[in-house]
């Protein structure tokens, strides 16, 4: 028999939280490799918030998958066959080649990497986008000081967690709002938070001011709804929110209300959105900090592994649930790395 | 009789929009003028929307006036008594004395007016707090660059009217938003905006995408609410927000639900608060700019004068219901200028 390149393909544009039923499981023909094509076998696929935009057509910062096409995702590869002279099979890549066995494209569009530098799924991870939108977010448009208190949403995700550790490191007092009290021991005694609030059972405010006794210099936005009202209940004079991601309402069917904007007054504070992928220019720099952080173990990061491609569209949705516990990954292909 | 100094104080602190019984008129004795003190007479008192927020004990960015206590505000003023020997009777002052007729304190909290340069009613309008709020709005948050479009709310007030007149000037298309067809036609024919939107009438969304049809790349808020949200459904990529106000906002007895920020993410946009008072240090870059364009009428400006102290509540509560046309000034005494 023929090798197929199973794929899990857009079925239906989701109304509300996207259900099994908008996803379709496909056996697809093995993709055509043209000259300076590289054929790659996905390992991992990266599961993460914004490919709920993407299943929309709602407009947006990037055009939706298109109903019957592949859903899009960064993934880490083993090269199988390559018409292009700079990979050779058994090279380790990072892409963009979306829910799918295989991938073939010119190979401009990877970059290599290196399995004795870091595991190779940390390259859609801590040391991928995710850990660049930390970066570019707490860094570039937060600008922490030392002794400043940092608060971050989702702090056990995959941006969240590094959020607060890139904070400590700098100097600040890092601030986890998470939906668990095992995540939220997770974020303090695992990856060093000062104080973690729990959105689901704490009352917020008092809550925020009990973990933030100086209130709120950043605080890097994830999910949006009552926990922003909440965070601007407690910043300081000058405070600078970088607008990362509003998860908690994407899978709403209305626009929701949006945060009495009053505090952004009286305390002269910022909110400012930010796409990661316009900051591209930033992924030496980041690498440069963030890769011997991550080698020397003072930046920790946890992944939530699910197996198969076939359960790709369920761990997407337990990702809008907040069943994840560190960055969702898909073992699409085991590698023996 | 011995002359007295009428004021006018606050009675009680008012729940939703302020009522002429919150205010009591008295007349005090004449204040005591000390060593090195100015005794002065008030000429022109300005009526600004923050002073909602003095009236009031919610937190702020500044103390409350306290109740019994002279309602604060700017003034121009003439000198009548100085001990002081930078200043003689007959000098014309600018200076924070609020809502009375006479006023005495060391000399330094004034600043001397010559009415050559300028009429001395715009030291607290177009050349004063007002006109130094649009410029470090306009200029220093929303960084405007020739071809941009600039949206302002309350466009016929004093501060929206100085915005889209400084964005004009920058090369920027300039967009008002005013409450009624006569401040409209004033923004367009007399300010010499590009289009203006009534936001009483009009179809807020339709319209607005009508008067930018580039988009909105600054959009200058003074007022917050349906405004605000609709102005978001407008703005480009990189849009910065100054947020000098929310006076729709300000006499709501609950917190109003603010606008969905998912414009923010996808359009990379930035609200950023702002408080006049900060800015002291742009007051001569202001002035330098400014005072010419005043002089030279490239930069036009409309007062809204209301005669006598005892007129001032019922004029700010217009303030609150806009039915002021240009700058709220309190025409205090009559002098001759």
């Given at each position: 028999?023929?090798?197929?390149?199973?794929?899990?393909?857009?079925?239906?544009?989701?109304?509300?939280?996207?259900?099994?039923?908008?996803?379709?499981?496909?056996?697809a023909p093995?993709?055509?490799?043209?000259?300076?094509?590289?054929?790659?076998?996905t390992?991992?696929?990266?599961?993460?918030?914004y490919?709920?935009?993407?299943?929309?057509?709602?407009?947006?910062?990037?055009?939706?998958?298109a109903?019957?096409?592949?859903?899009c995702?960064?993934?880490?590869?083993?090269?199988?066959?390559?018409?292009?002279?700079?990979?050779?099979?058994?090279?380790?890549?990072?892409?963009?080649?979306?829910?799918?066995?295989?991938?073939?494209?010119?190979?401009?569009?990877?970059r290599?990497?290196?399995?004795?530098?870091?595991?190779?799924?940390?390259?859609?991870g801590?040391?991928?986008?995710?850990?660049?939108?930390?970066?570019?977010?707490?860094?570039?448009?937060?600008?922490?000081?030392?002794?400043?208190?940092?608060?971050?949403?989702?702090?056990?995700?995959?941006?969240?967690?590094?959020?607060?550790?890139l904070?400590?490191?700098r100097?600040?007092?890092?601030?986890?709002?998470?939906?668990?009290?095992?995540?939220?021991?997770?974020?303090?005694?695992?990856?060093?938070?000062?104080?973690?609030?729990?959105?689901?059972?704490?009352?917020?405010v008092?809550?925020?001011?009990?973990?933030?006794?100086?209130?709120?210099?950043?605080?890097?936005?994830?999910?949006?709804?009552?926990?922003?009202?909440?965070?601007?209940r407690?910043?300081?004079?000058g405070?600078?929110?970088?607008?990362?991601?509003?998860?908690?309402?994407?899978?709403?069917?209305?626009?929701?209300?949006?945060?009495?904007?009053?505090?952004?007054?009286?305390?002269?504070?910022?909110?400012?959105?930010?796409?990661?992928?316009?900051?591209?220019?930033?992924?030496?720099?980041?690498?440069?900090?963030?890769?011997?952080?991550?080698?020397?173990?003072?930046?920790?990061?946890?992944?939530?592994?699910?197996?198969?491609?076939?359960?790709?569209?369920?761990?997407?949705?337990?990702?809008?649930?907040g069943?994840?516990?560190?960055?969702?990954?898909?073992?699409?292909?085991?590698?023996?790395?």
């Open positions: 028999m023929e090798p197929m390149n199973r794929q899990i393909r857009l079925k239906s544009r989701p109304v509300g939280m996207p259900a099994p039923a908008d996803f379709d499981a496909v056996d093995m993709p055509a490799v043209r000259d300076g094509d590289v054929l790659r076998r390992i991992y696929l990266s599961l993460d918030p490919m709920r935009g993407r299943m929309s057509d709602a407009p947006s910062y990037a055009a939706p998958v109903v019957g096409d592949v859903m995702g960064h993934t880490v590869s083993e090269v199988v066959d390559s018409r292009d002279p700079t990979f050779r099979p058994g090279d380790l890549v990072t892409g963009y080649d979306g829910w799918q066995q295989y991938a073939a494209s010119p190979g401009k569009q990877l290599r990497l290196d399995p004795a530098a870091a595991p190779i799924s940390t390259a859609i801590v040391l991928g986008m995710p850990g660049l939108t930390a970066f570019v977010g707490l860094v570039d448009i937060g600008q922490p000081k030392a002794g400043e208190t940092v608060v971050v949403s989702a702090a056990c995700g995959a941006v969240g967690s590094i959020v607060g550790q904070a400590k490191i100097g600040c007092r890092a601030v986890g709002i998470a939906g668990s009290g095992d995540k939220c021991r997770s974020v303090v005694e695992e990856l060093g938070f000062d104080a973690c609030v729990n959105y689901k059972t704490d009352d917020l008092p809550a925020l001011q009990a973990a933030c006794p100086s209130g709120a210099d950043i605080y890097f936005e994830n999910v949006g709804g009552a926990v922003l009202e909440a965070v601007l407690v910043i300081n004079r405070a600078r929110i970088p607008l990362c991601g509003l998860i908690s309402e994407y899978n709403a069917t209305e626009n929701a209300a949006g945060p009495n904007l009053r505090p952004l007054l009286v305390h002269r504070a910022m909110i400012k959105g930010f796409i990661v992928s316009d900051h591209a220019d930033r992924f030496p720099a980041f690498l440069e900090e963030v890769g011997p952080l991550v080698r020397d173990k003072r930046i920790k990061y946890r992944e939530h592994i699910v197996e198969g491609l076939d359960a790709a569209p369920a761990a997407l949705i337990g990702l809008f649930e069943r994840n516990f560190g960055k969702m990954l898909v073992r699409v292909a085991d590698s023996g790395r």
